[in-house]
């Protein structure tokens, strides 16, 4: 499993863009990133994933360069509602175990 | 659907009993994850089933703990005897296949005293 290093917390102002990134220098070819959201007393949240450069749904965007050595989680004008852990996940989909980290304590303030 | 169901929500109990926690995966849903969270270790994978059958059980702490899935509809991780340190949030969480998506549940928040 790539491990992936991400900022342990992240602060900022509602209507602002927040983006976190996350270094994974040892992703492999079958490699793909995911993240989550963990609100706090309940399960993680499948936000969103990729392979590579860009994908983006109705929550957020997701940013992929060419080396797939890292990523960056982009939320689009956040609200006090955003405030939660950011999981980034490196996984395969030949194999179904999934190293979470610490996550990244995005705190969103009025 | 009514998503991976997990009882009790919270257990409070005295060291050296037994805890049995439960979990209902989404239905079609064949692998199924059991995790535990704490504020010193983070969200850890303790063992994972597919198609009822253990697959992984190496995060599994020590023989205190035991995991069965009689069917697809039904899992138990059990604690015997249980001990303060295994105070925790439970997540159970299921998926389709290998490499998709993890739905989790709302988690069992365990308090052994």
């Known amino acids: 499993l790539a491990k992936t290093t991400q900022p342990i917390s992240m602060d900022s102002y509602e209507g602002q863009e927040v983006n976190i990134t996350c270094s994974h220098n040892?992703?492999?070819?079958?490699?793909?990133i995911t993240w989550y959201q963990q609100f706090p007393s309940q399960g993680p949240r499948f936000i969103i994933q990729?392979?590579?450069t860009k994908v983006t749904n109705e929550v957020a965007s997701l940013f992929i360069p060419a080396d797939r050595k890292s990523s960056t989680l982009s939320l689009p004008r956040v609200s006090l509602s955003d405030t939660a852990v950011y999981y980034c996940?490196?996984?395969?989909?030949?194999?179904?175990?999934?190293?979470f980290g610490s996550g990244t304590k995005l705190n969103v303030k009025p | 659907d009514a998503g991976v169901i997990q009882s009790p929500r919270h257990e409070v109990t005295e060291m050296g009993q037994e805890v049995t926690l439960r979990c209902k995966p989404i239905?079609?849903?064949?692998?199924l994850f059991w995790y535990r969270q704490t504020m010193m270790r983070g969200l850890e994978l303790l063992i994972y089933?597919?198609?009822?059958?253990?697959?992984?059980d190496s995060g599994m702490p020590e023989d205190r703990f035991s995991a069965k899935m009689p069917n697809a509809s039904f899992s138990t991780l059990k604690i015997q005897p249980s001990e303060p340190r295994d105070s925790a949030v439970y997540f159970c969480?299921?998926?389709?296949?290998?490499?998709?998506?993890?739905?989790f549940g709302p988690g069992t928040r365990l308090l052994v005293l």
């Open positions: 969480a299921s998926n389709r296949d290998r490499g998709e998506t993890q739905y």
């Open positions: 996940l490196v996984r395969s989909y030949n194999f179904n175990k999934f190293y």
């Open positions: 239905s079609g849903h064949n692998s």
């Open positions: 089933f597919n198609n009822n059958v253990p697959i992984d």
């Open positions: 990729g392979y590579k």
């Open positions: 040892n992703i492999a070819t079958n490699d793909y």
